[in-house]
């Protein structure tokens, strides 16, 4: 099956539906078996769903009190004579639960489809964003200048007790072990500059206390 196959058993739900208008009795076995959903064509889900409410409120289910039901939507079915001809997709009811069968497993594999469908496509999506994403690594020549302007307010301000480079790591260490919130709309520098200047805060404030 190719990617653009998807399971339909058009042939199935006719004989199902043939089926109800061969012997309504089927749906005292079958009539629980299937929903609307089930039907690959929402005319013959709407079909099922109206056979079934007849036949649960004891009135015969054939292609004239079909038509009475569905109105002027009978025509959208061919009238009387396009719904006598789903008798011919069914020989006999010996066969019915093999037919309806054949309908539920097509709609479980729709659904497995279009499951399987979106968890690719929300898996390529997340790929995307990852692929777009840029790493610490990647930008760090560009912190490593926002945090090296610091070496010159360092030197003023601050005693020998702690050399520059050891701050500049401390610093680099701080930034990466925040790179996960970091929200890459941003301009890098901007957002290292702002970690920067508070971290540098923080560092003379210790010293000082």
């Given at each position: 099956m190719s990617r653009h196959e998807i399971p339909l058993a058009?042939?199935?739900?006719?004989?199902?539906?043939?089926?109800?208008?061969?012997?309504?009795?089927?749906?005292?076995d079958?009539?629980?078996?299937?929903?609307?959903?089930?039907?690959?064509?929402?005319?013959?889900?709407?079909?099922?769903r109206e056979s079934v409410s007849l036949h649960s409120a004891g009135v015969r289910v054939d292609p004239t009190t079909l038509m009475d039901r569905l109105?002027?939507?009978?025509?959208?079915?061919?009238?009387?004579?396009?719904?006598t001809q789903l008798t011919e997709a069914i020989l006999s009811t010996a066969n019915y639960g093999h037919y309806v069968d054949q309908v539920r497993n097509a709609a479980q594999l729709r659904d497995l489809i279009r499951v399987s469908e979106r968890t690719i496509e929300d898996a390529m999506e997340r790929a995307a964003v990852a692929s777009a994403l840029r790493t610490f690594e990647e930008?760090?020549?560009?912190?490593?200048?926002?945090?090296?302007?610091?070496?010159?307010?360092?030197?003023?301000?601050?005693?020998?007790?702690?050399?520059?480079?050891?701050?500049?790591?401390?610093?680099?260490?701080?930034?990466?072990?925040?790179?996960?919130?970091?929200?890459?709309?941003?301009?890098?520098?901007?957002?290292?500059?702002?970690?920067?200047?508070?971290q540098f805060s923080n560092i003379l404030r210790d010293i000082y206390q």
């Open positions: 058009v042939e199935a739900e006719r004989a199902v539906l043939g089926g109800i208008l061969i012997d309504p009795s089927v749906l005292d079958y009539g629980d078996a299937l929903t609307e959903g089930h039907f690959s064509r929402p005319s013959h889900g709407r079909l099922w109105g002027d939507a009978a025509t959208d079915y061919g009238g009387y004579r396009g719904l930008c760090y020549s560009e912190i490593d200048k926002v945090v090296e302007k610091k070496r010159s307010e360092w030197t003023f301000k601050a005693t020998l007790m702690r050399d520059f480079d050891d701050i500049k790591s401390e610093i680099l260490t701080h930034i990466w072990n925040k790179w996960h919130i970091y929200d890459q709309t941003r301009p890098v520098a901007a957002w290292a500059a702002v970690i920067t200047k508070h």
